[in-house]
């Protein structure tokens, strides 16, 4: 998810060969932050079903957990560097154990979502920390480019096993048992770091950017409200226009913050490159679209078509696990195909992959459908998350490659926020609208009209789809629900086609291959 802002020079010097325990320690952390991050996925259905959550209530677990990672993450590279690694390592996997703890303890959703939130404080830890951790112990760049690949590999593999506990735990326990196995990997990680790694830190040149961590997170936390809650509380909503306002506010602050600062948080001049910035927004808009497609498909399988947890599973193990096969060939292409055209390709796949899933019916209940677009997913997500850094990297000079690369990780990991912020909302409003016409159309009895609308302005049309589905008096508006959320989400995996083949056309239209030679002017 994320790499330091600097290589440690240490590491480019020649040093101590990287010890097996701070390998283990380091490949552990990043599994397990990936772990933490991907199990809510396969659980939605059961939230719905147990939790009740009502509007967008169910969005925001996802949002929780995924929020501080990609504000904060930055920040704990910067920490790392300042107060050591070891530290951040033990104290993150402590930190993601406790929020996992509070996680099957909670009885509401509310409870949830702060679970959610400290296991994510824990996860923005690790990302940058782990990989940090590793390359500072590396003697020579070979061997940094060897356990940045392995890092690579582990990250892959939590996106593979997550959903691998989620189903097993939900199939024959409960929804409970998940997050009690990550919690217990969360632990052995915190172990292995406090017992096995080394500490390194790199202080040197290195300070606090307080006003730019304020202002980002202000903006950002606000500009996600806004876009959840504005399609159901209304635009013209008071705290959804003062949230519209701080994110403003904040994000003009943030811009001002690092500006003036010495030790700025991001190094905006880097977008000065037109290159640069053009693979930016392909990143953001990019990994956008795959998270809001992973999004779409635990909603379908879950809430909407009451399917067993194995089921979501296996699609996630779709959506990932052709990633985590892929690596050894990823790499050979990356040596020997342009970045851009990788990435254009990849782009293109997750394009096409939507666009099948948005044309599949609601009202069939089978997986096999979902097999093949799944896959076309998965597969473009594979070479795409392999060449996006890549291809940022490539178009800046050389002593620019470590600040565009965490810059990369941070706009990366904004887009995964995005993806169920935005496909929740659109998808969830028009599949309100949906049902309204078509309830005001149906042949129903009046009460019994009455009773749909009421659930819908309680708890939208997921609210109305599981009432209706438990209570036999309520079973004629089930088929009405589910056909609104069919078509809401179906919606949903067509704004994602639409964003990845923008990204794609960028990729291939827009990135020049030696737009590096383009210096970035000082900034001030």
Not at 104 to 126: R, Y
Not at 460 to 480: D, F, T, W
Request: a neutral charge; hydrophobic letters at 55%.
């Amino acid at each position: 998810m994320a790499t330091p802002t600097h290589a440690p020079a240490r590491a480019a010097q020649g040093g101590p060969a990287l010890r097996r325990g701070t390998l283990v320690a380091g490949l552990l952390a990043v599994c397990t932050a990936q772990i933490g991050l991907a199990i809510p996925a396969t659980l939605n259905g059961l939230f719905q079903s147990q939790l009740h959550p009502v509007g967008s209530q169910l969005t925001w677990i996802s949002d929780a957990f995924l929020l501080p990672v990609a504000v904060l993450e930055l920040t704990f590279g910067l920490l790392g560097d300042l107060l050591g690694r070891k530290r951040l390592l033990v104290g993150g996997a402590a930190l993601l154990a406790v929020g996992e703890i509070v996680s099957t303890t909670a009885n509401g959703i509310h409870q949830l979502w702060v679970g959610q939130a400290l296991a994510g404080l824990g996860a923005a830890a690790l990302f940058p920390t782990s990989l940090a951790i590793l390359a500072a112990g590396a003697a020579t760049t070979a061997q940094r480019a060897k356990v940045v690949a392995l890092w690579a590999a582990l990250l892959s593999t939590g996106g593979f096993v997550a959903p691998l506990i989620g189903g097993i735990t939900a199939t024959y326990g409960s929804w409970r048992w998940a997050f009690v196995v990550v919690t217990l990997i969360g632990a052995a990680s915190a172990l292995t770091s406090a017992l096995c790694a080394d500490e390194s830190r790199a202080p040197e040149g290195r300070s606090l950017d307080l006003p730019g961590q304020l202002t980002i997170g202000v903006g950002l936390f606000a500009l996600l409200y806004a876009i959840i809650q504005g399609p159901e509380d209304g635009w013209t909503a008071t705290p959804v226009l003062i949230a519209l306002v701080l994110a403003v506010l904040g994000l003009a602050g943030f811009v001002a913050a690092e500006l003036r600062s010495s030790s700025p948080l991001l190094r905006l001049d880097l977008f000065r490159n037109r290159s640069f910035a053009v693979a930016s927004v392909i990143t953001v808009v990019g990994m956008f679209s795959f998270l809001g497609t992973a999004y779409s498909v635990s909603i379908r399988l879950g809430p909407v078509q009451e399917l067993p947890p194995m089921r979501t599973a296996l699609a996630f193990l779709l959506l990932n696990g052709i990633a985590l096969a892929m690596l050894p060939v990823t790499h050979r292409l990356l040596n020997a195909v342009a970045p851009r055209l990788l990435l254009g390709s990849g782009l293109l796949l997750i394009a096409a992959g939507n666009y099948w899933a948005a044309a599949l019916p609601v009202h069939d209940h089978s997986f096999l459908p979902l097999v093949a677009p799944l896959a076309l997913v998965g597969l473009g997500f594979a070479v795409t998350v392999s060449s996006v850094t890549a291809t940022a990297v490539t178009t800046v000079p050389p002593h620019l490659a470590g600040m565009a690369s965490a810059t990369t990780n941070l706009l990366r990991d904004f887009g995964f926020t995005l993806g169920p912020a935005v496909i929740g909302a659109i998808a969830l409003s028009r599949a309100g609208d949906h049902f309204t016409s078509t309830l005001g159309a149906a042949d129903l009895p009046a009460p019994l009209k009455g009773a749909g609308t009421a659930l819908l302005e309680e708890g939208g049309p997921l609210a109305v789809n599981g009432a209706s589905a438990a209570s036999p008096k309520l079973s004629a508006l089930h088929p009405l629900a589910e056909s609104a959320l069919g078509t809401g989400y179906s919606l949903g995996f067509a704004v994602c086609g639409c964003a990845a083949l923008v990204a794609a056309l960028l990729a291939l239209l827009a990135l020049r291959g030696r737009a590096a030679a383009e210096e970035p002017a000082p900034v001030g």
